[in-house]
Each structure stands twice: as C-alpha cells, then as structure tokens.
Antibody, heavy 121, light 107 residues
Framework: QVQLVESGGGVVQPGGSLRLSCAASGFTFSSYGMHWVRQAPGKGLEWVAF????????YYADSVKGRFTISRDNSKNTLYLQMNSLRAEDTAVYYCAKDAGDGYIHWMDYWGQGTLVTVSS | DIQMTQSPSSLSASVGDRVTITCRAS??????LNWYQQKPGKAPKLLIYAASSLQSGVPSRFSGSGSGTDFTLTISSLQPEDFATYYC?????????FGPGTKVDIK
C-alpha cells in the first residue's frame, strides 16, 4: 500500500532554515509527480510546490518562491522541501502528496500524515 | 490564479440526510475539479477526481458533478464517519488552488 512519511518539522526562529523529507513506499516513486501542501493552524489547504517525476520541472506558490526548494532523490524514494528565510506565516502542517500522474498536475491521490513547522522566536 | 469558492462554509445535518456542497471557479476549468475530505487532525483524503470520477475505495454514496465553473459534491445518505471538512481543488492551471472548505457537522 502507498505510504508517505514526512519528517523534519520542528520549531525554528524567523529567518531560519529547515529541510523536510518525505519517504515514499508502496508505489514506483520515480514514475509520479509529487507535491507539498501546507495547512496553517485552523486554516484551509494551501499548495506549496510540485516536482515532476524526473525532477526536470518544479513549480512553486508565489508565497514561497525564492525561499523554498523542492527536490527528490528517486534512488532513495524520498521527496524534500528545503525551506529558507522562514517567516511566522510559514507556520503550518506540511503534507507531502503523490500526484496521480507524472509530468503535469492532476490530483493528489495519496497524502502523508504531515509534519508541523513552527516559526517563532 | 484561479479562485475557488465553496458554499455553504458550514452545515449541520443528520445521519441519513442528503447533503450537497457547491464549488465555483473564477473561470472555466472544464472538468479539472477534485474533492477531498479531511477529518480533524488527519490528512486530506481524495474522494472525487475529474469532477465526477470516484476514487477507488470511496463509498458510492459520494458523487460529483459539474463542469465549467460550477460543481457539486453530493453525499446521498450521510453516515457518522462523513462528518468532516470538504475541500474542492482545481487542477486546470498552475498554481492548483483549493476552496476554503465546507465543514459538515452533526445537527
């Protein structure tokens, strides 16, 4: 069965950095696009970033562009999100999600359990 | 960016009720509309993709319809496990955007 397990969340000061990981299993990771989606406390879902199956194309929300970098290691079945210059408004649960397709955004058919990132001094 | 709206923002219903949630896009998105269910403290779960296709394993009491700008999610007979928040999401263009959610709670 498909499993996505996020890790790397925690408390970080404003301006700091954090790297999230998402370990994937139960499907051919190298064949599917992957997303990061976040949810601030008590708020709705906000898409953060997408990477194609082979890492050749990446897309970002305007709110994180230039600060966050999505990447993947298909040999390790792992998705990453490098978050720099963190702000209080980045505080959220971060979910990784599998796309139903490979190259372009379709729908998110499986989600991890999420990892909480808190940006606070 | 395409803006998504949902109505109502919340509703109270009883077990066995028929429930309909509406989602509207700020421009035509053809049938590139997906629905997710989220329970408190849990990850979202895909229910419906491409406006009307039922995700594998999702009960048949859930259905979706619509195209263009107006879409609906219908639960034909509400069950206790269906009390949750429901989100629509467009995948017509990047960035993919979500609606604000509709919370369904117990009357």
């Amino acid at each position: 069965q498909v499993q996505l397990v996020e890790s790397g969340g925690g408390v970080v000061q404003p301006g700091g950095s954090l790297r999230l990981s998402c370990a994937a299993s139960g499907f051919t990771f190298s064949s599917y696009g992957m997303h990061w989606v976040r949810q601030a406390p008590g708020k709705g879902l906000e898409w953060v970033a997408f990477i194609r199956y082979d890492g050749s194309n990446k897309y970002y929300a305007d709110s994180v562009k230039g600060r966050f970098t999505i990447s993947r290691d298909n040999s390790k079945n792992t998705l990453y999100l490098q978050m720099n210059s963190l702000r209080a408004e980045d505080t959220a649960v971060y979910y990784c999600a599998k796309d139903a397709g490979d190259g372009y955004i379709h729908w998110m058919d499986y989600w991890g359990q999420g990892t909480l990132v808190t940006v606070s001094s | 960016d395409i803006q998504m709206t949902q109505s109502p923002s919340s509703l109270s219903a009883s077990v066995g009720d028929r429930v309909t949630i509406t989602c509207r896009a700020s421009q035509s998105i053809s049938s590139y509309l997906n629905w997710y269910q989220q329970k408190p403290g849990k990850a979202p779960k895909l229910l419906i993709y491409a406006a009307s296709s039922l995700q594998s394993g999702v009960p048949s009491r859930f259905s979706g319809s619509g195209s263009g700008t107006d879409f609906t999610l219908t639960i034909s007979s509400l069950q206790p496990e269906d009390f949750a928040t429901y989100y629509c999401q467009q995948s017509y263009s990047t960035p993919p955007t979500f609606g604000p959610g509709t919370k369904v709670d117990i009357k």
